[in-house]
């Protein structure tokens, strides 16, 4: 009888602590939302997300400035794109601008070394598709009209585990922090109930 009352004890007390902790707001760490870009984003998106690779994933603010501010190892980017239509006799500025991203030795810019990492390669390390966001967001920047499209071969084959194990990880409530706090008490009031029936036991018999 006792156990009983003990058993229903611990259920209530587990049970508590779960709710209480689900109502805790929640610190934990998520991997930053990534941002994926598809033949069907827009310019304005895809602006943005080249805004966030030239600042972030690119490093490219080391070299370049965006805004007065910045370092002056390469052209001002904010006149890249208003250049890059005069840059080479022949060329588009999207040309160009793809060009300058991926083989950068190809041409120089007048004035500078020539210094830049192509963007295919590491530290950028971008792929087809965050090229041609940063193409977007240097038109965007220079007032132009943003003229890259993406089209399916610029999208890397995302991998099937990527795409789906941080959906369920989120969705399942045996992620929660509260509910694996209350399945630890659980367990380990569980196995003291036991030692203290084991110890009981022992004494009566
Ligand atoms: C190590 C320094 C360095 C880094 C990092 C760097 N660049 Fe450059 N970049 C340069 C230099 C120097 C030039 C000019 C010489 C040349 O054309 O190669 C240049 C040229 C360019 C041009 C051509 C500009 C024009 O006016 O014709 C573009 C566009 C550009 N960079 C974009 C980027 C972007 C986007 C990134 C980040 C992915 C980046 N750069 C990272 C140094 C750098």
Redo the contacts with the bound molecule.
């Keep these: 009888m006792t156990f009983f009352k003990i058993f229903a004890f611990l259920l209530m007390t587990v049970s508590i602590y779960s709710y209480v902790g689900q109502l805790v707001p929640q610190f934990e760490e998520h991997p930053p939302v990534k941002k994926v870009i598809t033949v069907a984003t827009s310019a304005a998106e895809l602006a943005a997300i080249g805004e966030e690779l030239?600042q972030v994933k690119?490093?490219?603010l080391?070299?370049?400035k965006v805004t007065d501010v910045g370092n002056d190892?390469?052209?001002d980017?904010r006149?890249?794109a208003g250049?890059?239509a005069t840059?080479k006799q022949g060329m588009s500025a999207e040309t160009y601008?793809l060009e300058?991203?991926i083989k950068?030795e190809v041409?120089?810019?007048p004035g500078?070394?020539?210094?830049?990492?192509p963007?295919l390669q590491p530290p950028?390390n971008f792929n087809r598709a965050e090229v041609k966001a940063?193409i977007a967001y240097?038109q965007t920047l220079g007032g132009a009209e943003v003229t890259v499209k993406i089209e399916t071969a610029d999208i890397p084959v995302v991998k099937e585990v990527d795409a789906t194990s941080p959906v369920i990880a989120l969705e399942s409530p045996w992620s929660h922090e509260g509910v694996r706090l209350g399945l630890v008490i659980l367990a380990f009031n569980l196995v003291m109930l036991a030692v203290l029936a084991i110890a009981g036991r022992r004494k009566t018999s």
Aim: hydrophobic share 50%.
């Design positions: 030239v690119g490093g490219c080391i070299c370049h190892r390469g052209p980017l006149q890249a250049k890059a840059r601008l300058s991203l950068p041409f120089t810019v500078f070394p020539q210094m830049m990492p963007a950028a940063v240097l």
